[in-house]
Nanobody
Framework: QLQLVESGGGLVQPGGSLRLSCKASGFTLNNYAVGWFRQAPGKEREGVSCITDSGTRTITEDSLEGRFTISRDNAKNTVYLQMNSLKPEDTAVYYC????????????????????????WGQGTQVTVSS
């Protein structure tokens, strides 16, 4: 059974860091692009970052560039999102998603991946940034 499980969320103080993990089971991530998305209360789900199958290309929403870094370890069937210098406005449920393609799909320059481009989703992990 195809499954994506996010982990690593939690409560962190402003300025702190978290590393989220997205582990796949029931299939291998090696041939697919993987994206991270987030949804804050009362807001639409937005694209954060995406990484191609080989990890050679990534896209990250402009305002998060420099603080958020996506990476993958295909041997572990896992994709990561390193989040540094966290701010209260980063509070959201974070989701990973797989696209049935090696590439991240279409997107506007400066923006993150598009939700509609992705096919399989995890259940999400809560990130709360608060003092």
């Amino acid at each position: 059974q195809l499954q994506l499980v996010e982990s690593g969320g939690g409560l962190v103080q402003p300025g702190g860091s978290l590393r989220l993990s997205c582990k796949a089971s029931g299939f291998t991530l090696n041939n697919y692009a993987v994206g991270w998305f987030r949804q804050a209360p009362g807001k639409e789900r937005e694209g954060v970052s995406c990484i191609t199958d080989s990890g050679t290309r990534t896209i990250t929403e402009d305002s998060l560039e420099g603080r958020f870094t996506i990476s993958r370890d295909n041997a572990k069937n896992t994709v990561y999102l390193q989040m540094n210098s966290l701010k209260p406005e980063d509070t959201a449920v974070y989701y990973c998603a797989v696209r049935e393609s090696a590439l991240c799909g279409s997107y506007y320059v400066g923006e993150g991946p598009r939700r509609s481009e992705f096919d399989y989703w995890g259940q999400g992990t809560q990130v709360t940034v608060s003092s």
